[in-house]
């Protein structure tokens, strides 16, 4: 009878070990299940916040080719170094200009390193010397030197318009748009110089502000990059 009533009391103390043990494991593995859940959430939205900084970056990041972001252009177009090289665009652009012996319409931009001081003189003074010259030949081919101021003037008003024809001829000679693509560079290249020297050595090419600028100078580089902006791979 004791043997019994002992039997059965270790029976209920083992099932109740038993089902007290399986209720705390089955909670520990629920917990540990949650965790690694909410572990890889975490890491999954990381992961997409990390992708958009990136995006973001990527988006901001100046382009490795042209030097600014694409679509902001106006980075480049007020830049120093955009307002001083000749790009096929300006070759375009034509002036007006009065002289005495009449209008002459030339390009902005000529060729050769013909400046303000060099203009004058190819398109002010020499067409009034060479008028003075064809009336002063009149002059000395007449009888023993003697020819009237009316037929003086007549010469000098007759070389008149044959001047003016030579000047607007010399102005689309030398124009900029008619020079090949090493006569542009070397015109960019002499404006880089003049622009990023020094005041107090003005032609100063060994200046890294200028070396760095020459690259860009070249019009076809210019033209490549600008009209294929993405990078290659």
Known sequence: MLRTTVTRSLSRAVASSSSQSSFHSSAVIQVASFRRRRARAVQKENLTKRAEREKLAEAQRPHVVVGHRLGDETKWTNCDLAKVIITEKDLEATEVVDYPLGSVTMSKYLNYGVGEREKELLFD????????????????????????????????????????????MLARVISLKNANAKGIAFENRRRIIGAFSEPSNPHDPGRPEVQGAFPSSNPETYKFLTCNPQPLS
């Open 125 to 168: 003074s020499l067409p009034q010397l060479s008028a003075l010259h064809s009336v002063a030949s009149a002059s000395s081919l007449g009888d023993q030197g003697n020819v009237s101021a009316t037929k003086l003037q007549q010469q000098h008003d007759e070389a008149i318009p044959i001047e003016r024809f030579k000047a607007r």
